[in-house]
């Protein structure tokens, strides 16, 4: 399986969409491309781990899902980039491919070195509107291969599916 590191804060800073719903407020911004992330793990069938800085945050380190992505915050006085790098480094393997989206030059020079490969920010938003417009394709196809009109049945059978559909059987 293949796994997308993602630097949360870097991306937000890094995609125009982002950075106009961070305007507003940064939990918008990271609600959204948490949102993002999930479709693009649905479509492309990799893991996507998100990891925000909590550098300047008390506290510890929280790990939780939302839409079936990984979010990690990262623990007091650990930046996301050190995170990254150590999640890199554990979870390579001969079977696992590791890419990293950073616009970080020093992230990514240890990303390197640990084996895994670098999406700069541009190209993996090209990506994702990619899969984004992938989605939407097969959301057309779906509707356009819906049936017409409805099944031929008689009045009888009609019936009793209606009572059963609503329980009364």
Known sequence: MDIMLVDGYNIIGAWKELQE?????????RD???????????YS???????FDAYLVPGNATKL?????EVIFTKSKETADARIEKLSNELM?????????????????????????????REFEIDVQTAQKGIEEKVRQTLKEKPVRPLNMSEEVHEALEKMRRGKF
């Open 21 to 29: 719903l961070k305007k507003h407020g940064l939990i918008e911004a």
């Open 45 to 51: 069938g990799m893991k996507v781990i998100v990891v």
């Open 32 to 42: 959204r491309l948490i949102e993002m992330m999930a479709d693009y793990q649905a």
């Open 65 to 69: 899902k939302k839409h079936e992505v």
């Open 93 to 121: 393997s001969r079977r696992t491919k590791v890419y990293v989206a950073t616009n970080d030059m020093a992230e990514q020079n240890v990303i390197f070195g640990n084996g895994a490969l670098r999406k700069s920010a």
